[in-house]
């Protein structure tokens, strides 16, 4: 039982450039989420998935897209990487909505 | 007015001692209360919930619930070097949509 796993670990993508985080659990969990943290600014909701075919916009949603893939699955995508996006990156998820357990987070940075 | 508001601390507290840290939150409708320890470098980890006034206990844990001051705080007792972390509040409520909405976090420092 891995709970929740993310990958990559680390990035560094240059301005304009696309990629797609990878999150899975194995928990059978219906909720799941993807935050960003910068310092000084918590953590911070970008979007999150209630239930399997189901995707709603969270705080910071600009500049990102996500997909539910599956019950277990859920990617963050990033078109057009630009430098204000470098941070830490935590997927999270739930039975619902409450008790969230998050990944051990993707770090990316954006030159 | 920040919806969950911690003291970034840091607090420092001798080791054995009690650490106390406070969170309040703005949405009367808050639900549901959650204590996540986060080491630097980590994820952070859930270490208690609490869904009622008073106090719940885990261990060394304690947390407390006020809703009517909208307050919720944990106490750490006989605390350890390994308690040396930034703990975040976090709260859910309807006005969230049953979300959590997650404070700036506490750094506390346990000195041997």
């Known amino acids: 039982n891995a709970g929740v796993t993310q990958t990559p670990k680390f990035q560094v993508l240059k301005t304009g450039q696309s990629m797609t985080l990878q999150c899975a659990q194995d928990?059978?969990?219906?909720?799941m989420y993807w935050y960003r943290q910068d310092p000084g600014m918590g953590l911070r909701l970008i979007y999150y998935s209630a239930s399997e075919g189901t995707t709603d916009k969270g705080e910071v949603p600009n500049g990102y897209n996500v997909s539910r893939l599956n019950k277990r699955e859920f990617s963050l995508r990033l078109e057009s990487a630009a430098p204000s996006q470098t941070s830490v990156y935590f997927c999270?998820?739930?039975?619902?909505?409450?008790?969230?357990?998050f990944g051990p987070g993707t770090r990316l940075t954006v030159t | 007015q920040k919806e969950v508001e911690q003291n970034s601390g840091p607090l420092s507290v001798p080791e054995g001692a009690i650490a106390s840290l406070n969170c309040t939150y703005s949405?009367?409708?808050?639900?549901?209360f959650f204590w996540y320890r986060q080491y630097s470098g980590k994820s952070p980890e859930l270490i208690m919930f609490?869904?009622?006034?008073g106090d719940k206990e885990d261990g060394r844990f304690t947390a407390q619930l006020n809703k009517a001051s909208q307050y919720v705080s944990l106490l750490i007792r006989d605390s350890q070097p390994s308690d040396s972390a930034t703990y975040l509040c976090?709260?859910?409520?309807?006005?969230?949509?049953?979300?959590?909405?997650f404070g700036g976090g506490t750094r506390v420092l346990v000195k041997p």
């Open positions: 976090a709260v859910s409520g309807e006005a969230a949509g049953n979300k959590l909405t």
């Open positions: 999270a998820s739930s039975v619902v909505g409450d008790e969230q357990y």
């Open positions: 609490i869904y009622s006034n």
């Open positions: 928990m059978n969990h219906n909720s």
């Open positions: 949405d009367r409708g808050s639900q549901s």
